[in-house]
T-cell receptor, first 115, second 113 residues
């Protein structure tokens, strides 16, 4: 099956701990994204990557880090500097823009909570 | 399931009725728009899209209307079913913005049996 796989589905973080959320896609998409979703709010962009070995900060990058060593993978690390990490995290990917459509396809999400 | 938005605007409709979900977008230069559906505890799913050179596009049981004059999008769902209950987001983008989307705040649709 083609798609975007996020793991784990639920994750708990202790104070001062870094945690990493996994996102893998087999859609052969060049671009990948991480969003944060809080209750009562829409999706806010954390980081995005248009191509392997390159990524850019989104609107709320502080306290997060990413890497893009492989086309298929875009892991997100929530660092101890992120003081309010409890949220639903969504990963998305899209095909490179060539005058076509900018549809982003989403994974099922990871819910992160603080212990 | 998990709630994705406790304080979102909510539209409550009777099963079988038509639903209209509205979205005001922010950038008058945006030229491509997408509607997503997000069920509780899941990621958003693509429903339908529309380019700015159109004012209406129909899918299966869904229609998107675009009014560029007032920067307004609407999603119409015909014969609403319990499975339509979800949060609906609109997203906008510029053709020269690469793959970047700007998402609206979302509307929760509740279908009463």
């Amino acid at each position: 099956d083609g798609g975007i796989t996020q793991s784990p589905k639920y994750l708990f973080r202790k104070e001062g701990q870094n945690v990493t959320l996994s996102c893998e896609q087999n859609l052969n998409h060049d671009a990948m994204y991480w969003y944060r979703q809080d209750p009562g709010q829409g999706l806010r962009l954390i980081y995005y990557s248009q191509i392997v070995n390159d990524f850019q900060k989104g609107d709320i990058a502080e306290g997060y880090s990413v890497s893009r060593e492989k086309k298929e993978s875009f892991p997100l690390t929530v660092t101890s500097a992120q003081k309010n990490p409890t949220a639903f995290y969504l990963c998305a990917s899209s095909a490179p823009y060539r005058g076509g459509k900018n549809i982003q396809y989403f994974g099922a999400g990871t819910r992160l909570s603080v212990l | 399931g998990e709630s994705v938005g406790l304080h979102l605007p909510t539209l409550s409709v009777q099963e079988g009725d038509n639903s209209i979900i509205n979205c005001a977008y922010s950038n008058s230069a945006s030229d491509y728009f997408i509607w997503y559906k997000q069920e509780s505890g899941k990621g958003p799913q693509f429903i339908i899209d529309i380019r700015s050179n159109m004012d209406k596009r129909q899918g299966q049981r869904v229609t998107v209307l675009l009014n560029k004059t007032v920067k307004h999008l609407s999603l119409q769902i015909a014969a609403t079913q319990p499975g339509d209950s979800a949060v609906y987001f609109c997203a906008e983008t510029l053709e020269n913005a690469g793959n970047m989307l700007t998402f609206g705040g979302g509307t929760r649709l509740m279908v009463k049996p």
